[in-house]
């Protein structure tokens, strides 16, 4: 397991794209803050039952965490939709 945090946005996603398909890797501010978030996400889905794809979220930066909640939330969608992340 390669895990990291605190490389800055350039070179977390950078590194995480190289060795992600050579070892178990995980960046800790790109995914495991995005997965807590999203998991945040499914719950209040539950609760209001509004679905992810018509939520509004406010992104405040774009840092490591921020854009790997957007990526997260993202790919939610899409799960949920059937859409692709272009649509």
Do not use: H, M
């Amino acid at each position: 397991l390669l895990q990291f945090e605190d490389f800055g946005n350039g070179n977390a996603f950078r590194l995480l794209n190289q060795w992600q398909d050579k070892a178990c890797t995980f960046n800790d501010d790109i995914q495991g803050t995005a997965s807590v978030v999203v998991a945040g996400l499914f719950a209040s889905v539950r609760v209001s039952k509004v679905p992810i794809s018509e939520q509004t979220i406010l992104f405040f930066g774009a840092g490591e965490a921020g854009v790997g909640i957007a990526d997260l939330i993202a790919d939610a969608v899409v799960e949920e939709t059937g859409c692709s992340k272009e649509e």
